[in-house]
């Protein structure tokens, strides 16, 4: 077989093809590709010349270097087991993935030393902007120092003393609907499973617990209340609480400030023989996907964790200047589940 070889394709021109067919070094072209400021403009534009006849194309990152737009951003979560925060993360990316924008993941597990040490570590980085999902509520020294030096963008919290722009939710407004329903439903004798008091969300789901016990006739300060730290464990230890001592004294109904402590409370109950919803009503906050499938499907409060990552991330985008307008909203309603978890309270 004969092989035309004026019918074979040419390789793409490299760097090293430019800097030739311009006569400067390899280093000079890498300069002008990277917009370094050290090359002379009339080198620049003659190297940029060259690149546009012989159609060099340059690798994504240095292309995106090239126009101006950044190459990564840090993305500080709790954790990736709350499939919330999972959600947030994949609209982070999806926010990203036409920009040519590497996102750097980064697990606090919700201790202050790790969220310290990222926004520490992420301040020394090449990085443009930080997504920051707080576990803490703590403003620490670092993350101050990281806002003065980098775009930031909290989502689902508000830390005190630090101005930042913020995606929301409107967690007041849900915790008040899931509370109504429970009040609706008849229950009087109703425990309160609260997040860490230090968090801004679980302050304002408190504080919308408590405004819809006033609105529904009940005293508030009657109630039990007991602090949990967002995990399902501090759920299951608080199910060991209030279903302790003379069942006379139990709960009809435990609302929870999240989901993963209304699954650890739920837990409990079925350990114990304690029927959901019969003996005792339980619900959450979050809709994660497992309120869906448990048995019985969880009564919670839905947020739109993947509007909201996207949201974030164009947020940032813009203040950086890599996107023209800003996105259209960063404040978010919620929704109410209402599904098999809550019924009337049955006499004991």
């Known amino acids: 077989m004969t092989v035309d070889r004026n019918s074979t394709r040419k390789s793409a021109p490299t760097i090293k093809d430019v800097a030739a067919e311009a006569n400067v070094s390899v280093g000079t072209a890498s300069a002008v590709l990277n917009d370094r400021t050290n090359v002379a403009q009339a080198t620049r534009d003659h190297v940029k010349a060259v690149m546009d006849r012989l159609g060099y194309e340059p690798k994504s990152a240095a292309r995106a270097l090239r126009r101006k737009f950044i190459s990564s951003i840090g993305l500080i979560v709790p954790d990736l087991n709350n499939s919330f925060f999972s959600q947030v993360a994949e609209g982070v990316q999806r926010g990203i ?14 201790q202050p030393t790790r969220e310290e040490y990222f926004a520490q570590l992420l301040r020394g980085q090449r990085m443009d902007g930080v997504i920051y999902l707080s576990g803490t509520g703590l403003p620490s020294a670092s993350l101050v120092e990281l806002t003065k030096t980098r775009s930031v963008v909290f989502v689902d919290e508000v830390l005190p003393g630090i101005e930042c722009p913020s995606v929301l939710c409107d967690n007041r407004r849900g915790a008040r609907e899931v509370m109504r329903c429970v009040v609706d439903a008849g229950h009087t004798a109703i425990a309160v499973v609260e997040g860490p008091r230090r968090l801004w969300t679980s302050d ?35 199910a060991t609480e209030l279903f302790s001592g003379d069942k006379s004294g139990w709960p009809t109904a435990v609302v929870c400030a999240n989901d993963q402590m209304a699954l650890g409370v739920i837990t409990y109950c079925r350990e114990a023989s304690i029927s959901v919803p019969h003996s005792v009503s339980v619900t959450g906050f979050d809709d994660i996907a497992e309120t869906r499938l448990m048995h019985p499907a969880l009564t919670t409060v839905s947020q739109p964790g993947f509007e909201m990552g996207r949201s974030a991330a164009q947020l940032l985008l813009y203040l950086i200047g890599v996107q023209s307008e800003p996105p259209n909203t960063t404040n978010f309603d919620t929704t109410l589940r209402l599904r098999k978890s809550v019924s009337p309270p049955t006499s004991r």
């Not at 993935?97 to 919700?110: G, T, V």
């Open 97 to 110: 993935a036409e920009h040519d924008i590497l996102m750097n993941l980064c697990l606090s597990w919700a």
């Open 204 to 238: 304002q789901r408190l504080s919308g617990f408590r405004e819809a016990l006033y609105s529904g006739g009940q005293d508030p300060d009657k109630m039990t209340f007991v602090t949990g730290d967002y995990s399902e464990k501090s759920g299951y230890q608080a």
